[in-house]
């Protein structure tokens, strides 16, 4: 099956590609973030992404990054916490715009790397990706079988940068207190 992925890092998308190949796929990722603040930051996870997709022969695609793409359509949400409806929204933009974009080239189906985090709700994930793509999303839960310790395995591999934020300006104003939650981890940093 040829699948278009979303990838939000790559140290998320390590385990993920690897999974996908593992069940027979024939990968092919899609960098679209505009949620990432600031842009040094977007750089650098991009740079990453460009470095892990080399290192593992996949075709990468790169999507725009126009942060008012993100903005308008969070505002009103700011305040929310991590997990809440704003991250409902930034969710649903990155899976509408893979869809899209799976849907325009031949793809047989899409899914996201998003469901690798420990900090993310891979159920809230799921039902998101499926209200837009139906059976055309491929429903996975990237973290269950220790794929998150698996994706930090081989992040230290291929000498990955690991953020300490997931990705907003208004996660990002957080951390601290993120990282005092989750200090007990050796890989708290990543998101
Ligand atoms: S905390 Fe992460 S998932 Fe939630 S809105 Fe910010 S970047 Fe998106």
């Excluded at 000498?159 to 989750?182: A, D, E, I, P």
Aim: charged fraction near 25%; proline fraction near 3%.
């Amino acid at each position: 099956m040829k699948v278009l992925l979303h990838i939000c890092c790559a140290v998320c998308a390590t385990a993920s590609i690897e999974r996908l190949r593992e069940e027979g796929n024939s990968v092919s990722g899609y960098f679209y973030n505009p949620n990432i603040h600031p842009q040094s930051e977007y750089l650098n996870r991009l740079k990453e992404t460009e470095k892990l997709a080399r290192e593992i022969g996949l075709s990468l695609i790169v999507g725009e990054y126009r942060v008012e793409h993100w903005f308008g359509p969070v505002k009103g949400l700011e305040d929310e916490p991590e997990g809440g409806k704003r991250c409902e929204v930034c969710f649903r933009l990155r899976l509408s715009q893979t869809c899209q974009l799976a849907r325009q080239n031949g793809f047989d189906g899409f899914t996201t790397t998003l469901t690798v985090s420990p900090h993310k709700n891979s159920k809230t994930i799921n039902n998101i990706g499926r209200e837009i793509g139906g059976p055309f999303f491929l429903e996975r839960d990237f973290k269950k079988k220790e794929g998150f310790e698996r994706a930090m395995a081989l992040s230290k591999k291929y000498g990955l940068y690991h953020q300490n934020y997931c990705g907003c300006v208004f996660s990002q104003n957080k951390k601290t207190g993120l990282y005092t939650q989750h200090k007990k981890s050796e890989f708290s940093g990543n998101r």
